[in-house]
Nanobody, 124 residues
């Protein structure tokens, strides 16, 4: 199983980016989410998609980021609008094969598979 992110880049504040995450391999994933880690900071949850399609967001991104999932393609997306310099970080996609119905952002230890990360840089 491989988790592959794409779509990162450099934008100015107020701009948009769309991240994609594909799970490759003969494996069914039910839960997927996005995490990020900025230099010198701990990894934090950004957005999560539950088994039933419900979503959870960090307060810092609510109203600006939208997570969506294409189960048939085993692909997760993160549409990021109104980007701010504080959104600058390495963004990681995580997946697991068990069901989940969280109402709060889960910790990273809940996930089995991780991507290599994609860098997002927002300049002021």
């Amino acid at each position: 199983v491989r988790v592959v992110e794409s779509g990162g880049g450099s934008v100015q504040a107020g701009g948009s980016l769309r991240l994609s995450c594909e799970v490759r391999g003969y494996y069914t994933v039910y839960c997927m989410g996005w995490f990020r880690q900025a230099p010198g900071k701990e990894r934090e949850g950004v957005a999560h998609s539950n088994s039933d399609g419900t979503t959870v967001y960090a307060d810092s991104v609510k109203g600006r980021f939208t997570i969506s999932k294409d189960n048939a393609k085993k692909t997760l997306y993160l549409q990021m609008n109104s980007l701010k310099p504080e959104d600058t970080a390495m963004y990681y996609c995580a997946a697991r094969g068990r069901h989940c119905f969280w109402t709060n952002l889960p910790g990273g230890n809940e996930f089995n598979y991780w991507g290599q990360g994609t860098q997002v840089t927002v300049s002021s």
